[in-house]
């Protein structure tokens, strides 16, 4: 599934073709995601233009005077900018086309994501429940602190709680813990103020490192301009179990966790 970074480096990628143009057709192939999509309120876009590409957790939000398009990859989604020429393929749900004859195309093999629409002036619902974003200076010590205070949770479930902070899936949780020394299965509300700084730092550092890589490669991503990322060559944790820990050699354990597999070294996180 994209995580923060796939879903930035997706935003930052397709921000230069989008940002200010103006809208000439919505087409909706298939409404059919995740859920309904609004095709009456997004082909009643047209004429409009798009005045900021923004994102909030995994949704790609393209904003309007008449409200905003929530767009969420799901498990195998992908945004293109392609040109009117080419011809839509059998996951190819949505075209947006634009003035400068370019058109943002959404693909979901899976159809697990989801094209929302915010009217201007409200907040969607799928919005409203989510946490800062972990690049913000509210994610910090004390606001983590005060969220593992007293919680029997383990500190991964808690960090990948999109209440909680928002974007940290399971490939960067997993790689930040064990950047911070910490074992995965560690109660959130038995970590001191100094562990859960170190964990708050290393969060940021790996979502910022993958960013600027663009975002780890999956089996089903690929970034808007068809180029893959590339932090997966430098995952410490994540998919290597069994294999040696990169610091002390010896064989990375892999559990289950809230139903997501997650490996650490048993002998670096404590």
């Known amino acids: ?17 989008v940002l200010n143009q103006c809208i000439e057709s919505v087409v909706v192939r298939q409404a059919k995601l995740r859920w309904p999509v ?14 900021r590409v923004a994102r909030r957790g995994k949704y790609i939000l393209l904003e309007t005077v008449p409200g905003t398009i929530l767009i969420h990859l799901g498990m195998s989604g992908s945004l293109r900018i392609v ?5 839509p393929l059998k996951h190819d749900h949505l075209d947006i086309h634009f003035n400068n004859e370019k ?37 910090c010590v004390a606001y983590l602190q ?19 902070v928002v974007g940290v899936g399971n490939i960067y949780a997993s790689e930040a813990l064990f950047q911070s020394g910490i074992d995965p299965r560690k109660e959130a509300g038995r970590l001191s103020e100094k562990r859960l700084a170190l964990l708050v730092t290393e969060i ?22 068809g180029k893959p990322g ?5 995952l410490n944790v994540y998919g290597r179990g ?9 064989p990375l354990k892999e559990v289950r966790l809230g139903q997501r597999s997650t490996v650490f070294c048993n002998y670096c996180q404590r």
């Open 242 to 250: 069994g294999l040696p820990c990169q610091n002390c050699s010896r």
């Open 83 to 87: 040109t009117d020429a080419r011809p």
């Open 1 to 17: 599934m994209p995580e923060l970074p796939e879903v930035e480096t997706t935003r930052r990628g397709i921000e230069p073709h």
């Open 204 to 225: 940021k550092s790996v979502l910022l490192a993958a960013i600027g890589q663009g975002g780890t490669t999956l089996k089903d991503f690929v970034n808007s301009d």
């Open 103 to 139: 058109l943002l195309r959404l693909t979901d093999p899976r159809r697990f994501g989801a094209v929302l629409w915010q009217p201007q002036g409200q907040l969607h619902e799928r919005l409203s429940t989510l946490g800062p974003e972990p690049l913000s200076e509210q994610f």
């Open 38 to 51: 609004p095709v009456t309120e997004l082909e009643a876009l047209v004429g409009q233009g798009v005045q």
């Open 230 to 234: 590339y932090f997966q060559q430098s």
């Open 146 to 164: 005060q969220q593992c205070k007293g919680r029997t949770v383990t500190i991964k479930q808690l960090i990948m709680n999109s209440r909680v």
